[in-house]
Antibody
């Protein structure tokens, strides 16, 4: 069955970096685009970025441009989100999701940016 | 921008419920498809896809859920609300790869 499992979250100080991972299984990884979406505590969903199936296209929300980078590793069936210069307002649960319709989601990983 | 109404609703089990979602731009793509989806986020869980491309139920989704609309105005209907339908419902547009956007969310609870 389709599974997406995020990892890499934790507590980090402002200004530091973190790399999140999304391990995919149960389907042909190379055939699908992936997104990262976040949800601040008690808030709604915020789309961050997408990477196409062949990694040739990457798009970012304004809140992610310049600080976040999405990538993928076909040998590991994994999508990454590199987050730099983290701010307290980046505190959220980060989800990965599959395809244009966001048909499957992981359970998320919590990132807390605090000194 | 996606605007959902109402932001909350309380429904008696067995009664219908309806959520509106309006976009500031047409969600009709040049490929002829309209990219409007609906998601339910149950308490403590990630969102789950209910409806894609306006009216297509995702695999395993109850036929109590239906979607309709066109252009900029869309509606999610639940024919008979059950206790398991509690959570926050989000609409989302994906017509433009650069600007995916979720609605603010509509919280549904049971009376």
């Amino acid at each position: 069955q389709v599974q997406l499992v995020e990892s890499g979250g934790g507590v980090v100080q402002p200004g530091r970096s973190l790399r999140l991972s999304c391990a995919a299984s149960g389907f042909t990884f190379s055939s699908y685009a992936f997104h990262w979406v976040r949800q601040a505590p008690g808030k709604g969903l915020e789309w961050l970025t997408i990477i196409s199936s062949d990694a040739s296209l990457k798009y970012y929300a304004d809140s992610a441009k310049g600080r976040f980078t999405i990538s993928r590793d076909y040998s590991k069936n994994t999508v990454y989100l590199q987050m730099n210069s983290l701010r307290p307002e980046d505190t959220a649960v980060y989800y990965c999701a599959r395809t244009r319709n966001f048909d499957y989601w992981g359970r998320g990983t919590l990132v807390t940016v605090s000194s | 921008v996606m605007t959902q109404t109402p932001l909350s609703l309380s429904v008696t089990p067995g009664q219908p419920a309806s959520i509106s979602c309006k976009s500031t731009q047409s969600l009709l793509h040049s490929d002829g498809r309209t990219y409007l989806s609906w998601y339910l986020q149950k308490p403590g869980q990630p969102p789950q896809l209910l409806i894609y491309e306006v009216s297509n139920r995702f695999s395993g989704v109850s036929d109590r859920f239906s979607g309709s609309g066109s252009g900029t105005d869309f509606t999610l209907k639940i024919s008979r609300v059950e206790a398991e339908d509690v959570g926050v419902y989000y609409c989302m547009q994906s017509v433009q790869l650069l600007t995916y956007a979720f609605g603010q969310g509509t919280k549904l609870d049971i009376k």
